[in-house]
C-alpha cells in the first residue's frame, strides 16, 4: 500500500506554532481512523492525537490537549496536526499513522522531524 | 492510565537463536486491543502483531506472540540478522487512547 507522507516539520521558537500535514493519497483516507505518534529523540513512541474517519471526534494525549489540534480533509485524503505554544519537550519525529483491525496501527509515514529550540 | 512495562531493556543474542520478549500492564488489557511493532533505526515502526496474536500482513511465521490480561509475549522462533530491532508493545484503551510499552531492543551479540 502507499505510504502516508508527512510535512511541515522544521524548527521552531518555543512558544511558536507549527502546522504538520500527512498527505495519504490512495488509502480509501476518509474510511480510515488516523493519529499522530511522536517520538523524541533516542526515546520511544508516544500516542498524541485522534481523529475518527469522519472527523467529528477528536482525543488528546495530556500532554498536548489545549495546545495541539487535530483535523482532516478527506476530499484531500489529508491529515493535519496545528501545534500551538511549542515547547522543548515538543522536540520529535512525528509519525501519522492509520488506525486498523483491532485498534492496531498497521501503516505509518517516514516522519516529520520537529525541533524547539531557540 | 495504564502503564506498559517491556523487559528486558536490551537482549544480546546470535542469529539462529529463540527469544522471548514480556509486555506487562499495570492493570488488565483487553488482549483484543494488543498490539506489537518492530522499529529499526532511521525507520517508522513496523506493525508485527495485532489482537495479542494475529501476525500483520506479510509477517513472517517465526513471529508469534500470546497472553492475555496483564501478560504478553512475542516470541521470535529463530532469529534473521534483519529481526535485530527494538520492538514496542501497544495497547488501545480510553484515555490515553493509545499507549506504548518502552521498548525492548535487540541487539547482535
Not at chain 1, 5 to 14: A, K, R
Not at chain 2, 40 to 46: D, I, L
Amino acid at each position: 500500500e502507499v505510504q502516508p507522507v508527512e510535512s511541515g516539520g522544521g524548527l521552531v521558537q518555543p512558544g511558536g506554532s507549527l502546522r504538520l500535514s500527512c498527505a495519504a493519497s490512495g488509502l480509501t483516507f476518509r474510511t480510515y481512523e488516523m493519529n499522530w505518534v511522536r517520538q523524541a529523540p533516542g526515546k520511544g513512541l508516544e500516542w498524541v492525537s485522534y481523529i475518527s474517519g469522519s472527523g467529528t471526534t477528536m482525543s488528546y494525549a495530556d500532554s498536548v490537549k489545549g495546545r495541539f489540534t487535530i483535523s482532516r480533509d478527506n476530499a484531500r485524503d489529508s491529515l493535519y496536526l496545528q501545534m500551538n505554544t511549542l515547547r522543548a519537550e515538543d522536540t520529535a519525529v512525528y509519525y501519522c499513522a492509520r488506525g486498523a483491525t483491532l485498534y492496531s496501527l498497521d501503516l505509518w509515514g517516514q516522519g516529520t522531524l520537529v525541533t524547539v529550540s531557540t | 492510565e495504564i502503564v506498559l512495562t517491556q523487559s528486558p531493556g536490551t537482549l544480546s543474542l546470535s542469529p539462529g537463536e529463540r527469544v522471548t520478549l514480556s509486555c506487562r500492564a499495570s492493570q488488565s488489557v483487553s488482549s483484543s486491543y494488543l498490539a506489537w511493532y518492530q522499529q529499526k533505526p532511521g525507520q517508522a515502526p513496523r506493525l508485527l502483531i495485532y489482537g495479542a496474536s494475529s501476525r500483520a500482513t506479510g509477517i513472517p511465521d517465526r513471529f508469534s506472540a500470546s497472553g492475555s490480561g496483564t501478560d504478553f509475549t512475542l516470541t521470535i522462533s529463530r532469529l534473521e540478522p534483519e529481526d535485530f530491532a527494538v520492538y514496542y508493545c501497544q495497547q488501545y484503551g480510553s484515555s490515553p487512547r493509545y499507549t506504548f510499552g518502552q521498548g525492548t531492543k535487540l541487539e547482535i551479540k
